[in-house]
């Protein structure tokens, strides 16, 4: 079964467009190499937040993952860079219809 993740980062002001760069990095790399991500995608929010959802083919590719040197190279380029550490959900809630509920 698939697994999704959403991970919520707040880039300090001053250093908004090095943490977008350092996503788009490791993005370019993760979707180049890691054939269990199947979804690796950044999205902005209106208030400045950044919205990352990841979908991985099972538990396993994310702990693959959470071991990667992709990852490493992240957190450490956002080191210092964010007003708030990452909030990463990986639970879903799902409800109504089983199709529409659920990444």
């Given at each position: 079964?698939?697994?999704?993740?959403?991970?919520?980062?707040?880039?300090?002001?001053?250093?908004?467009?090095?943490?977008?760069?350092?996503?788009?990095?490791?993005?370019a790399k993760v979707h180049a190499s890691d054939d269990d991500c199947?979804?690796?995608?950044?999205?902005?929010?209106?208030?400045?937040?950044?919205?990352?959802?990841?979908?991985?083919?099972?538990?396993?590719?994310?702990?693959?993952?959470?071991?990667?040197?992709?990852?490493?190279?992240?957190?450490?380029?956002?080191?210092?860079?964010?007003a708030q550490p990452m909030d990463v959900q990986l639970t879903?809630?799902?409800?109504?219809?089983?199709?529409?509920?659920?990444?």
């Amino acid at each position: 079964m698939a697994v999704v993740i959403v991970a919520t980062l707040f880039p300090v002001p001053e250093h908004r467009d090095e943490v977008i760069a350092a996503i788009e990095t490791v993005q370019a790399k993760v979707h180049a190499s890691d054939d269990d991500c199947l979804l690796y995608a950044l999205h902005e929010g209106r208030d400045g937040r950044l919205v990352f959802v990841e979908k991985y083919t099972s538990m396993d590719a994310v702990g693959a993952h959470s071991k990667s040197p992709e990852l490493a190279e992240l957190v450490a380029a956002l080191d210092g860079k964010l007003a708030q550490p990452m909030d990463v959900q990986l639970t879903p809630h799902p409800a109504g219809s089983a199709d529409k509920g659920v990444l």
